[in-house]
C-alpha cells in the first residue's frame, strides 16, 4: 500500500509538471467521484462515502465525518489524469464552501480547515478510480 501510496504521488508530481490532461466530468471520472463522495457525506451516509475511498480507508473519528450537513457547495475546478509506472492516477482540485457558525468557525480549528480550495487525490482500484488520501 506504501508502494501505491507513493507511485500515487509521483504520477500526481509528473503531471502538474507535464501540465497533465484537464478532462471534464462525467460517468465514472475522478470529478464525478469526488462529488458522490462530498454528497454522501454530506447526507451524513458514511457508509457509502467510504465506498468511494481506497480500501482500507475509514473516515470514522475523522474531520470529514464531521461534515454532515455542513457542506454548502462542492465545485470542481480541475481535473488530471496520467499513468506512471503502470498506475493510473488523478489529481482533482475542488473548492469546498461550508455552512458554519460562527461558534463553529472560532471553537474547532479542524472544521474550517475542510473549506476552501482542496487536491484530492485518486489512483484506479480494480477499474474504479477510488480516493486515495488518507484523513
Known sequence: MVRKCLLTG???MLLVSLGGAIGCGGGGSPSSVVKAF???VNRGDISEAEEYLVPG???EGTT???LTGKIEKVEILSEQIGEVFGVKAAEVRVEIA???TAEERVKTWDLPM???VQTILLEKYN?????AFRF
Request: glycine share 8%; aromatic share 8%.
Open 38 to 40: 462530498y454528497e454522501a
Open 57 to 59: 480507508t475509514s473516515l
Open 98 to 100: 461550508l455552512r458554519l
Open 64 to 66: 470529514v465525518a464531521k
Open 10 to 12: 509521483l504520477a500526481v
Open 127 to 131: 477499474g474504479k478510480w477510488k480516493i
Open 114 to 116: 475542510q473549506e476552501g
